[in-house]
């Protein structure tokens, strides 16, 4: 009789066991994943600090040195050339609140190189360049900013809306379609975005430079206390279940 209920038992506990070990699983890989995830963001933080205060580096001599190849992200670059005003891309943001537009502007070197220059932001009553005008050097300029990398779409994005010139991330391909500059050929254009520094201030005070985010939010120790801290309040639901059973 006593062996009967013991088999009985053991039949009723395999299946929380093997729901409690499933979940424990899940949650503790959850709670490692985001420490992982800490230390990168960690390292990003560290390349982004060092990079962002070091002397900023010819455009040219970027150019020249295979060593930076893929690995541009948050370097300083001085580029000079002319803005292609009436070429500017306008990629949909908020800053604080406010809605508005990341200003693109191809920035074309006397060397046939086009680089596309974030040079901040305009809320969106400014998005027409004309509102804007002593914001629109017509000569040479000189500037310093950070190389990025392209921007990718995230999910639910909506579809650039090229009619009215909105983009809804930094598309650079996308971007740079239509310049008449590249179609007719013998531009190249840079391997990367240039976020335009703050300062010195655009002229009229717009676009407002400055847009690129060099302090990472970084709250993964929180979430993998979480997840573990889930892990071990299963596991003590499951020993109160034990002896309950």
């Known amino acids: 009789m006593k062996s009967e209920l013991a088999r009985a038992g053991a039949g009723r506990l395999w299946l929380p066991t093997l729901i409690t070990l499933l979940g424990l699983a899940v949650l503790v890989a959850l709670g490692t994943w985001q420490l992982q995830r800490k230390q990168w963001k960690e390292g990003l933080q560290k390349l982004i600090d060092e990079r962002a205060r070091a002397e900023p580096l010819e455009f040219a001599k970027v150019r020249a040195e295979p060593r930076y190849g893929n690995n541009l992200e948050y370097l300083r670059i001085r580029v000079r050339g002319r803005f292609l ?83 809804f991330w930094a598309d650079y391909a996308a971007m740079l379609r239509g310049i008449p500059e590249m179609e007719r050929g013998g531009v190249v254009a840079a391997p990367f975005l240039l976020d335009a520094e703050l300062k010195p201030p655009n002229p009229g005070g717009w676009p407002r430079g400055g847009a690129t985010l060099l302090s990472l939010p970084n709250r993964h120790l929180e979430y993998a206390l979480t997840w573990y801290g889930l892990a071990l309040t299963l596991l003590a639901v499951y020993a109160i279940y034990m002896v309950n059973a």
């Open 85 to 167: 005003n009436e070429r500017e891309r306008h990629v949909f943001t908020s800053v604080n609140g406010q809605a508005g537009f990341l200003v693109y502007t191809p920035l074309m070197t006397s060397d046939r190189w086009l680089v596309l220059v974030n040079r901040g932001f305009v809320p969106q009553a400014l998005k027409d360049a004309d509102k804007r005008k002593d914001g629109q050097p017509p000569g040479e300029v000189e500037l310093v900013g950070l190389a990025r990398t392209p921007g990718k779409r995230a999910w639910f994005t909506p579809a650039h809306d090229d009619v009215r010139n909105i983009f």
